[in-house]
């Protein structure tokens, strides 16, 4: 059954990766933009998705390894099946 557009959609985790991947239609409605031909997602894991403030000790520790994979695949030509992703431990693959 589809929703009509006076009934709010089923909401979904804000983690759900469709949700966040919906928000490239939203960014680009009204602008006349078109969404970019492909989406690169860096992200991490967390421990616990429990409420708190700032971020968990592993996640904080993710933070420079997710900065230096978005730069080097923003100064890759032809980021895409072969750009690195990393592991676990911090390494790239």
Do not use: N
């Not at 239609?25 to 616990?48: H, K, M, N, W």
């Amino acid at each position: 059954m589809e929703a009509s557009p006076r009934e709010p959609r089923a909401r979904r985790p804000p983690d759900d990766p469709d949700t966040v991947l919906a928000l490239l239609d939203t960014l680009c409605a009204g602008t006349g933009g078109q969404p970019p031909r492909r989406t690169l997602i860096v992200g991490c894991e967390p421990a616990s998705v429990e409420e708190g403030i700032g971020l968990s000790p592993p996640v904080s520790d993710a933070v420079p390894e997710a900065v230096r994979l978005i730069d080097e695949l923003l100064r890759a030509d032809e980021p895409g099946e072969s750009a690195p992703r990393a592991t676990a431990d911090g390494a790239a693959k």
